[in-house]
């Protein structure tokens, strides 16, 4: 299996929550992980939106940060390109995506392009996954649920 996370289902390895345990048994099984490069900037800002926010020790906070720095290099990372740019601006606008979901969905799809299935596409925000499944994607929730 293939699989595209975006920030949300990226999250889950690190952060104990709804969907962590899901999550990590998919990256387990995939022969690759994909996201976006933004993934990095969305997940720190998150990580210490929850430090600040008490929910994180700074111990805690500084393992977390240091286990996705450890693991960033093994991901498979889309860099924003214009072609990426103008895709995501273009399912903004078909799908009333938010900036960085449409990027993802942009990053995702240009990963789908060039490998063979099955391709996984893990998010845990309900319009992007909804405009995920209506661009094509088999959804990492649904194909869990079903094994």
Do not use: N
């Not at 103008?86 to 799809?109: F, G, M, N, Q, W």
């Amino acid at each position: 299996m293939r699989l595209y996370l975006d920030t949300s289902a990226l999250l889950k390895l690190y952060v104990d929550e709804e969907g962590s345990t899901l999550v990590r048994r998919a990256t387990e099984d995939a022969r690759f992980i994909a996201t976006s490069v933004f993934a990095y900037v969305e997940a720190r800002a998150a990580l210490v939106r929850r430090r600040h926010h008490g929910d994180l020790s700074p111990i805690d906070y500084r393992r977390l940060v240091r286990d996705l720095e450890v693991d960033w290099s093994r991901f498979l990372t889309v860099a924003v390109s214009d072609s990426i740019l103008r895709e995501s601006a273009r399912l903004s606008e078909v799908h009333r995506l938010r900036a960085y979901d449409a990027i993802h969905l942009a990053s995702a799809s240009a990963v789908h392009g060039h490998v063979v299935e099955p391709f996984l596409f893990g998010c845990w925000d309900h319009d992007l996954e909804k405009a995920a499944r209506r661009e094509g994607f088999e959804l990492l929730r649904r194909h869990i649920d079903r094994t």
